[in-house]
């Protein structure tokens, strides 16, 4: 029975770490007009965004919880939309002191690519990584928080599914 409940265990695990893609209809409208009500509007698009705005600060790396770490610093991004089927992302590095920044910016185009966002949070590390949806590579890093990541993992992909609607 031990390896019975062992294989569930790790089966649950890997199904957490995957986004909601499952949701049904009336879920998915649910979790919508939810977050229009939270952001007062009636924009969908407005809506997923802010909200992954808010949960990219809530989740960020932040130098204060990187204590006994040599290369302590924030890192945050922010969200916005570019032309039709872009999704702009800038990355904010700012070192312990606060005295050196560093700002990156990056265009993702979402037609033609996977919109569930994959994760990882690996139990070595501080931190959870958001896979990027064209090539499976490191996009988005936030502190380690497995139900943190799944709602991100979550809103982006609902976000970019709105935004290959056009």
Same mark, same amino acid.
């Given at each position: 029975?031990?390896?019975?409940?062992?294989?569930?265990?790790?089966?649950?695990?890997?199904?957490?770490?995957?986004?909601?893609?499952?949701?049904?209809?009336?879920?998915?409208?649910?979790?919508?007009? @939810? +977050?229009?009500?939270?952001?007062? $509007?009636?924009?969908?698009?407005?809506?997923? %965004?802010?909200?992954? =705005?808010?949960? *990219?600060?809530?989740?960020?790396?932040?130098?204060?919880?990187?204590?006994?770490?040599?290369?302590?610093?924030?890192?945050?991004?922010?969200?916005?939309?570019?032309?039709?089927? @872009? +999704?702009?992302?800038?990355?904010? $590095?700012?070192?312990?002191?606060?005295?050196? %920044?560093?700002?990156? =910016?990056?265009? *993702?185009?979402?037609?033609?690519?996977?919109?569930?966002?994959?994760?990882?949070?690996?139990?070595?590390?501080?931190?959870?990584?958001?896979?990027?949806?064209?090539?499976?590579?490191?996009?988005?890093?936030?502190?380690?928080?497995?139900?943190?990541?799944?709602?991100?993992?979550?809103?982006?992909?609902?976000? *970019?599914?709105?935004?290959?609607?056009?």
């Amino acid at each position: 029975m031990p390896a019975l409940a062992s294989i569930l265990l790790a089966a649950s695990a890997a199904q957490a770490a995957q986004p909601q893609a499952q949701l049904s209809g009336a879920e998915q409208a649910r979790y919508l007009n @939810e +977050l229009k009500h939270l952001y007062l $509007t009636n924009d969908e698009r407005q809506a997923l %965004l802010a909200q992954s =705005n808010e949960l *990219l600060d809530t989740y960020a790396v932040r130098a204060a919880f990187q204590v006994g770490q040599p290369d302590r610093h924030d890192q945050v991004y922010q969200l916005s939309v570019g032309a039709p089927g @872009e +999704l702009l992302i800038q990355q904010k $590095t700012r070192e312990a002191e606060g005295v050196k %920044l560093e700002v990156r =910016n990056q265009r *993702l185009e979402v037609f033609g690519v996977d919109p569930y966002i994959k994760y990882d949070c690996p139990p070595t590390e501080r931190t959870c990584v958001l896979k990027n949806p064209q090539d499976g590579s490191p996009w988005l890093t936030i502190r380690r928080d497995h139900q943190g990541a799944a709602e991100l993992a979550k809103a982006l992909s609902f976000l *970019l599914r709105n935004l290959q609607r056009g």
